[in-house]
């Protein structure tokens, strides 16, 4: 029941993503930007794997975005996760925009974000665990929070839903031989972030 109550509440995100984005990027388009065009940045995220891989690994890395307006940019991000439970680590890469407004008073900017990308499986590919060493496809689908405490300083906060497609690879639940075995499909899985940036 967990699971699939999980499922329709991931469901409902991606489809209020999804016309949030295009709903805002129609609007701003043609918006002129009063910002600094690019963003770097570093950030903690954790990933809730536990309906596909039963796992929930802490991981980290970095951001670029390019503004186009002040409402809409180009938003990229690359991380590495790993866990000492099962010595299989992952790398992910996020390619899309991110959509929204800023406030000045309080100094603030809410976004929605649409990020295409992949995860890549690092390890092994052996006869019962097909995913290790494997890349799916995948896409964030969520939101965006920034604080704004200096012109240049960022602090942002994510969540969303990472959809990721394994297309039936298989993995085993229990890391020992003839442990039990399930074949992958689409997964949902709730992402969280935390970090900071810079504005030049």
Do not use: W
């Amino acid at each position: 029941m967990q699971a699939k109550h999980f499922r329709n509440y991931a469901a409902r995100i991606k489809t209020a993503s999804l016309i949030a984005v295009i709903l805002l990027a129609a609007n701003a388009a043609q918006a002129q930007s009063n910002i600094s065009k690019y963003e770097v940045g570093a950030q903690l995220s954790f990933i809730d794997m536990r309906e596909s891989i039963s796992e929930k690994p802490p991981g980290g890395g970095g951001r670029f975005a390019y503004n186009l307006t002040d409402h809409i940019a180009i938003d990229t991000e690359v991380n590495y996760f790993s866990t000492s439970e099962v010595k299989l680590n992952r790398t992910q890469g996020l390619f899309g925009v991110k959509v929204g407004t800023r406030f000045r008073n309080p100094p603030i900017g809410l976004f929605v974000k649409a990020r295409p990308g992949f995860m890549h499986f690092h390890g092994e590919r052996r006869l019962g665990v097909s995913v290790n060493g494997t890349t799916k496809a995948a896409i964030d689908l969520g939101g965006v929070i920034e604080l704004y405490p200096s012109p240049r300083f960022i602090m942002r906060f994510d969540v969303g839903d990472t959809i990721i497609f394994y297309n039936g690879e298989i993995i085993r639940r229990l890391s020992i031989p003839g442990g039990p075995q399930d074949r992958l499909g689409t997964s949902h899985n709730l992402q969280a972030s935390i970090g900071i940036g810079f504005r030049f």
